[in-house]
């Protein structure tokens, strides 16, 4: 890992301001920025298209973004072949998923971040986490990862241990879940985590048999964390503020431990979990810029638009700087409620089929 990638990760994520983030955070795009510049004729195409040149002082803005339809129609990679220790597959709505190649320096940036990002959330020590989902979605055939499997497998690292609780078929193992509650130390917090849809339809079906056995949950400091997909729940017309209305109550739980969180495959580890005020936070290893979706112009706060995330992260693949899909607002710098520095915006949908504008022409190759 480079001098200035590994000064940006030794920092806490959500203790400096803005301006004092900026210090660490641009010489580490910078040098991410000419790397990828050299290694991907890709990135360097788009680059040129937008007079870009990375070895001239650039600000967080100026930096060109590949749209995320690109990940689809593209294999992009900065390393050789052989230097790819596993190849990631988003959950594409529709068409292809992207695919993302994984070098080890990516892997070992990714754990470190998601593991100070989470510490923030979940605190130093160590939990049991209970899974809803199977066993199965982790296994993977020939280094290829779902990304359902990517996340958790994400998330075990942080892990004390982990218990599955859902069968292949996706449904509740109730003794199993008995059995594992049975044995919990009531002294220690632990974290329940899930896929939003899955946690749901789990609820869904059995929330009176889930209130009686979480009722033997004690810790008042145990969360629930869940991850994506609120598209499927949308598809039912539960809001968020409904899904977290009903967890906290089968769960026994106060609502802000009920902790949505944001991610991109295409950004592996660098997380945004909701905060006790509800928002979520950039930390110091990536930033947040909201797009509108007809210029693709920068928004000022408290306007919709398209989610872009920079994060100098990557390093086997041009992904430092996306166009998602995603739509959100920017609420504010340095003055969330909760204490955390930085910029803080609210995740707002999937925009779902609209694609990002102008992103056919963005890599005529
Ligand atoms: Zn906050």
Known sequence: MSAVLNELLACSPYELSQAEKERVFMPALREAALWHYQASPEFKKICQGKNFDPAQEFEIIDLPYIPVPIFKKFDLRSVPDLEIIKTLYSSGTSGNPSKV??????????????TKILTSFLGKERRHFLIFDSPNSVSSRSGELSSRGT????????????????????????EKLEKTLNELNPEKPVCFFGFTWLIYNVYLQYAKQLAEALSKVKNSDTVILHIGGWKKLQDRAVSKAQFNQDLSTTFALPKSSVIDFYGMTEQLGTVYPDCSAGHKHAPAYA??????????????????????LVSPIPHSYPGISILSED?????????????????YFEFKKRSEGAEVKGCGDALDL
Request: aromatic content about 6%; charged content about 25%; overall charge negative.
């Open 101 to 114: 190649f994984i070098d080890q320096a990516t892997a070992d940036a990714q754990g470190k971040a998601l």
């Open 151 to 174: 996340a958790i497998r994400g998330i075990l690292t942080m892990a004390k241990r982990f218990t599955f609780l859902l069968d292949d078929e996706l449904k509740l193992d109730q």
């Open 287 to 308: 930033e947040i810029i909201i797009r509108n979706p007809e210029t693709l112009l920068t928004q000022p706060n408290n306007q919709l638009g398209f989610i872009q």
């Open 327 to 343: 739509m959100g607002i920017l609420l504010g710098t340095d003055d969330c409620p909760c204490g955390r520095k930085g910029k």
